[in-house]
């Protein structure tokens, strides 16, 4: 899996690395990632509504 490119807004970068966690992990792991990095996009989505 190539490394995700950086989009310079550290929240949004950490969430996408953790997708990096995935390469050689059993199948059944991917849930658990995928819903991490949702809720982690998510979280950082909801900030900015916060912030205005």
């Known amino acids: 899996m190539p490394e995700p490119t950086e989009t310079g807004h550290p929240p949004v970068d950490d969430a996408l690395a953790r997708l990096a966690t995935l390469d050689g992990v ?3 792991a991917h849930v658990a990632v ?3 990095v949702h809720q982690r996009l998510a979280d950082t989505l909801a900030a900015l509504d916060d912030d205005e």
Do not use: F, I, P, S
């Open 26 to 28: 059993e199948t059944e």
């Open 34 to 36: 995928y819903e991490d």
